[in-house]
């Protein structure tokens, strides 16, 4: 047991920790997604007896933050991307004619998977499917594209040009 004030450290996962990784993944996200992000080599980080953060092995860069309140991921740009290669177009996808890099306007809306609900995780893309930005949707994918100058979607974290 660690001690009180000391920093939670990274480890690998554990076959129990995968096992509910498999099941929170499967209920957001489809197995499609939930498999191919536990086929990585993961790390994970626990706070008070939870996962709360998940890495790919060796890499710097959070992959998920699992919020303890109601047990939902929020997701990074790397994961994003693996989102977008696991599932077909439109799905979890904001699809836009322009990007200013902040939050997306139901102006900018080209398109929006109708099954997206207000606090979904959800996707930035252009409309040849790159991978713009991730973030939270704050509106109904049906709605998002009438809703004119009102936000539609909260960017967390934006693909800076020529990086992935």
């Known amino acids: 047991m660690p001690r009180l004030g000391s920093m939670p450290q990274r480890r690998p996962v554990g076959v129990r920790e995968l096992s509910v990784l498999r099941a929170l993944l499967s209920f957001q996200f489809g197995e499609e997604v939930s498999r191919a992000i536990t086929s990585l080599p993961l790390e994970v980080e626990i706070r008070r007896g939870k996962i ?45 004619r322009e990007f200013r890099g902040t939050d997306v306007r139901g102006s900018d809306v080209v398109l929006s998977d109708p099954l ?12 040849n499917d790159e991978l713009l930005a991730v973030g939270k949707a704050r509106a109904p994918g ?23």
Not at 61 to 72: G, K, V
Not at 76 to 96: N, T
Not at 116 to 127: K, T, Y
């Open 116 to 127: 997206i609900r207000p606090g979904d995780e959800v996707l930035v893309v252009d409309a």
């Open 142 to 164: 049906p709605l998002m594209a009438a809703l004119g100058d009102q936000d539609v979607v909260r960017v967390r974290e934006v693909r800076r040009l020529g990086k992935g």
């Open 52 to 96: 709360r953060y998940v890495y790919e092995a060796g890499a710097a860069e959070r992959l998920l933050t699992l919020r303890p309140n109601d047990f939902m991921f929020t997701i990074s740009l790397r994961a994003g991307e693996i989102v977008r290669r696991s599932l077909p177009s439109p799905r979890l996808r904001v699809v836009v």
